[in-house]
């Protein structure tokens, strides 16, 4: 269609485009004869681009409504392409996998392995086409290739659909515009998780999967571009012939594994280190751990319904779900906790006065906190913590800290998914199979492993014991001096108090075996006790104020 635009010559506007058609004049020949002298070069540059392959003399000029054009015109060079990733945190994620077809070929690039390809693959692009590869894709791929120059030209189906009329979310625009895909629950980042761990059949569903998704896009375009042809009461005669998911492409896989990149797709062993960079060893190579204890807290904002609770006793975890505040208190000082990590709102924005939507002061100051805006612009997903669902559990955890450090234990505020996420470890949603794989990975022992299937009757934990700890109160006008405030004063350091802390694990590490399986609620309480780990040994990032309170995550950069 490029030959019948005239958009890109200045002083044309769409109504003038229109007029022109309208008159027959549907090609730039046939308006060379009538143009005005002023416009000839004009033309003749657009000529001279057209046989050079210069796009980019028409991406200077074009609205980008109109990009379609382009590559209409110029549709063996255009790249369809789609980007996976670890999760959406530019932040913290990391690109795992590329695929891109140009007409019946589709390549992939699995990180680890050659680039050159893919790259060669970009360079050859005249225009770029993805869906919503502006937030995600092409950012990633940026991240991961700085020196690699994209395309100018991109076409981004999440926009361009919705100039074409189309609305809702990627599905909802599939099946508008005719598409049928099999559904599945297995995400991209789970299956690079599970191929990592030396499931090479995950990475193979993996580019199945992306391969849908690159020739899913080849029917979106063509459906745009009717419906803008229809938008803009384009004349039949200068619309293009070109359809590009007549050109459908098919996985080539490689008949043997030493086959060369061109002959077909090989699915080989992981070959790069794309896990957490830090682990448990390396924590305890900076500060010994084997005899540090933290519990962690998955909270739940009714005493009536069960918290995941965690004892992380250096590396080896035991969860139970507890009730109560009193019960939860009792455990954590009977087990000789060094700092609690509670997965909970333990602070509200400043200048609130309560919790409820009936403060005078929601208007002004709002639901959300700094340290939840910060990790948004992260790339990393929480709840704002005065949200109405989220506010009876703000109130409860605010509660349930204040008594902790009334008894004189440290009390932080952890986020597991957002740790999960940092850690590359798989959230709950992915299964509990996949989570406790991460946390494995990252070097937790325990039961919860080898028992997480078992189906016995329940049992919670009851001990009256507790330790005496000296009363610490302190102020917290900053959270550098708060945590500076610690000491090795702080821990349990005399003999009878080691094996009484001993004493205890064994006791309590019994009971938990009875119970019946591991819940997500329990893992979420593992990973609480995780960041406390991170916390202890300094290798921690406090995101927010000490108005507001701060939210520990780990630093592994």
């Not at 008159?23 to 004869?33: A, F, P, R, S, V």
């Not at 770029?128 to 991240?143: A, E, R, S």
């Not at 319904?305 to 080896?316: D, K, V």
Request: proline share 4%; with cysteine; glycine share 8%.
């Amino acid at each position: 269609m490029i030959t019948h635009t005239f958009l890109h010559i200045k002083g044309i506007s769409k109504r003038q485009e229109q007029s022109l058609w309208e008159q027959g004049i549907t090609d730039w020949t046939l308006y060379e004869n009538v143009a005005p002298k002023s416009r000839v070069p004009a033309l003749q540059d657009s000529f001279h681009a057209l046989r050079t392959g210069d796009v980019n003399f028409f991406a200077r000029s074009l609205p980008g409504t109109e990009l379609y054009r382009i590559a209409l015109g110029f549709p063996d060079d255009v790249m369809f392409l789609c980007a996976e990733t670890t999760g959406t945190s530019l932040y913290y994620d990391s690109l795992t996998m590329v695929g891109w077809s140009f007409g019946s070929s589709y390549g992939v690039y699995v990180e680890g392995e050659d680039p050159a390809p893919f790259v060669e693959a970009v360079q050859r692009a005249k225009v770029l086409v993805t869906f919503n590869g502006t937030q995600h894709d092409c950012k990633f791929i940026q991240k991961h290739f700085p020196e690699l120059v994209l395309p100018v030209v991109h076409i981004d189906l999440r926009y361009s659909a919705k100039r074409a009329g189309f609305s809702g979310g990627r599905s909802a625009i599939e099946q508008a515009a005719g598409l049928v895909r099999l559904t599945t629950s297995e995400t991209a980042s789970v299956l690079w998780h599970r191929y990592r761990r030396g499931n090479n059949s995950a990475l193979r569903r993996m580019i199945t999967y992306n391969h849908a998704d690159v020739e899913a896009q080849k029917v979106l375009l063509d459906a745009c571009i009717r419906r803008m042809y229809a938008k803009a009461s384009i004349p039949d005669a200068v619309q293009s012939s070109v359809r590009f998911a007549d050109s459908l492409s098919v996985i080539r896989w490689a008949k043997t594994k030493d086959a060369l990149p061109r002959s077909g797709i090989t699915v080989s062993a992981y070959k790069s280190e794309q896990a957490s960079a830090v682990t448990y060893s390396t924590l305890q190579a900076e500060r010994p751990l084997d005899d540090v204890c933290v519990v962690g807290i998955d909270l739940v904002a009714s005493a009536k319904r069960e918290s995941g609770f965690c004892i992380l006793h250096g590396n080896a975890a035991i969860t139970s779900r507890v009730k109560t505040d009193e019960e939860m208190i009792a455990v954590a000082l009977s087990a000789g906790a060094d700092v609690v990590s509670i997965d909970s709102p333990l602070g509200i924005p400043h200048g609130r006065t309560s919790f409820w939507d009936d403060d005078p002061m929601r208007e002004q100051c709002g639901i959300t906190r700094e340290c939840e805006r910060q990790l948004k612009q992260r790339g990393v997903s929480s709840y704002p913590c005065l949200i109405p669902s989220m506010q009876k559990l703000t109130q409860r955890g605010m509660g349930l800290a204040e008594k902790f450090r009334a008894h004189g234990l440290e009390v932080i505020e952890g986020y597991p998914g957002g740790t999960q996420d940092i850690l590359s470890i798989p959230r709950k949603q992915a299964g509990l199979q996949d989570l406790i794989e991460g946390l494995k990975e990252f070097g937790i022992t325990g039961r919860f492993i080898q028992d997480a299937a078992r189906q016995t009757e329940e049992m919670q934990a009851k001990n009256n014991s507790t330790v005496s700890r000296p009363k610490k109160i302190r102020a917290k006008e900053s959270w550098a001096n708060y945590a500076g405030n610690r000491t090795s004063e702080d821990r349990l350091t005399s003999p009878q108090e080691l094996e009484a802390r001993q004493n205890f694990l064994h006791h309590y590490r019994l009971q938990q075996s009875k119970r019946a399986k591991i819940t997500h609620d329990e893992l979420d309480a593992i990973t609480s006790a995780i960041v406390g780990l991170f916390y202890l040994c300094g290798r921690y990032e406090a995101l927010g104020n000490a108005e507001e309170g701060f939210l520990i995550v780990p630093d592994v950069r």
